[in-house]
């Protein structure tokens, strides 16, 4: 549970950043809050790793989850367009990280008859 808390830190911190570079876009002072951003999320991504975590999963929730974040937070705040696309899109992001979650036990957490076959 440790790592996925850090991984859900990481995801905020990373969306924080991408959504502040937006905005530093229009007014430059939002570029202390993306390199703030981007320097926790890049942290407590490598706590999330050195907790156990295997590094395609880690990434691949990290990067898929803050994809989707961004692509509805800008709609919301930044009015930016999100399509039919965009959405399916998404939504292969999101199911292709599960896929790749739901394969990611470690050999030690396998059933003794399972390790064997």
Do not use: K
Not at 12 to 31: D, M, Q
Not at 42 to 62: E, H
């Amino acid at each position: 549970m440790h790592r996925w808390l850090l991984l859900a830190g990481a995801i905020v911190a990373e969306v924080t950043g991408t959504l502040a570079l937006r905005a530093a876009t229009e007014h430059a002072g939002w570029i202390v809050l993306v390199v703030a951003g981007y320097v926790a999320a890049f942290s407590l991504l490598g706590l999330v790793l050195r907790a156990g975590m295997q590094i395609g999963v880690a990434y691949g929730v990290w990067g898929a989850t803050g994809v989707a974040l961004v692509a509805v937070l800008g709609y919301v705040i930044f009015r930016e367009a999100l399509s039919a696309g965009d959405i399916i899109g998404i939504a292969a992001i999101i199911a292709g990280v599960a896929l790749v979650e739901s394969g990611s036990r470690p050999p030690s957490d396998l059933e003794p008859s399972e390790e064997l076959g």
